[in-house]
C-alpha cells in the first residue's frame, strides 16, 4: 500500500515572497503519477500541478514548480511570489499509473498568505 | 462543459439510517471514484467506478456501496450510519487511463 507523508500541518508566508510545501511518499510500484492539489475554504479540490514519475524534469505551472527526487521519494510544492488568493489547505497525492481516480491523499498543510 | 456536480449540499442523519449521495460527472467522463474527506485529514479513497461496475476499493466496509449509471452519473450509499461517517464526501471523475480526475465540490454528511 502506498502511502503519503505531510508534515508540515500549517504554513505561513508573506505576500509576494516564496513558500516550500514537503510531501514524502512511500511505494514499490516504479511508474506512477504525484499530484499538488489545492483546497480552498470554498472546499472544491483543484488540481496545482501533475508530475509523471518517468519524467525526471520538473513540472511547472506558471508561479508553482515542483522539486521531484525519485530515489528520496520526495515531491515539494514551491509557491513563488505567493499571493492572497493562495490561501488555502494544500494535498499532495498518489496515483498508480494510468488511473488518477485512485489517489492516496496525504493529510495536508494549511497555507495562509499574510498580507 | 459541465464541471462534476454533486448533490445534496448538506445533510444531517441519524446514526443507523441509510444515506444515498449523488454525483454527476463532468461531459466526456466515463470513471467516478468516492473519497471520504473527515475534518482535518486528506480524503481517502472509497471505490471507483467504470462502466457501471466496482473498478478498485479502499478500505472502507460492505456499507459502503455504489452505482454508476449509463450516463456514467454515480450514486454512493451509507447503510448503518455511524457516527465517525460525518465527513465531507468528494466525488470526481475522470476518463479511462486518465491522468488526472476533477473533483465536485462534495456533501457535508453530518451523523448524530
Known amino acids: 500500500a502506498q502511502t503519503v507523508t505531510q508534515s508540515q500541518p500549517e504554513m505561513s508566508v508573506q505576500e509576494a515572497e516564496t513558500v516550500t510545501l514537503s510531501c514524502t511518499y512511500d511505494?514499490?510500484?516504479?511508474?506512477?503519477?504525484l499530484f499538488w492539489y489545492k483546497q480552498p475554504p470554498s472546499r472544491q479540490m483543484i488540481l496545482v500541478i501533475r508530475q509523471e514519475a518517468y519524467k525526471q524534469q520538473n513540472a511547472t505551472e506558471n508561479r508553482f514548480s515542483v522539486n521531484f527526487q525519485k530515489a528520496a521519494k520526495s515531491f515539494s510544492l514551491k509557491i513563488s511570489d505567493s499571493q492572497l488568493g493562495d490561501t488555502a489547505m494544500y494535498f499532495c497525492?498518489?496515483?498508480?499509473?494510468?488511473?488518477?481516480?485512485?489517489?492516496?491523499f496525504g493529510d495536508g498543510t494549511t497555507l495562509t498568505v499574510k498580507p | 462543459e459541465t464541471g462534476v456536480t454533486q448533490s445534496p449540499t448538506h445533510l444531517i442523519k441519524t446514526r443507523g439510517q441509510q444515506v444515498t449521495l449523488r454525483c454527476s460527472s463532468q461531459?466526456?467522463?466515463?470513471?467516478v471514484s468516492w473519497y471520504q474527506q473527515a475534518l482535518g485529514q486528506g480524503p481517502q479513497f472509497i471505490f471507483q467506478y467504470y462502466r457501471e461496475e466496482e473498478n478498485g476499493r479502499g478500505n472502507f466496509p460492505p456499507r459502503f456501496s455504489g452505482l454508476q449509471f449509463p450516463n456514467y452519473s454515480s450514486e454512493l450509499n451509507v447503510n448503518a450510519l455511524e457516527l465517525d461517517d460525518s465527513a465531507l464526501y468528494l466525488c470526481?471523475?475522470?476518463?479511462?487511463?486518465?491522468?488526472?480526475?476533477?473533483f465536485g465540490p462534495g456533501t457535508r454528511l453530518l451523523v448524530l
Open positions: 470526481a471523475s475522470s476518463r479511462v487511463g486518465a491522468e488526472t480526475q476533477y
Open positions: 511505494t514499490s510500484e516504479s511508474n506512477y503519477y
Open positions: 497525492a498518489f496515483a498508480p499509473n494510468t488511473n488518477a481516480g485512485k489517489s492516496t
Open positions: 461531459s466526456g467522463h466515463n470513471t
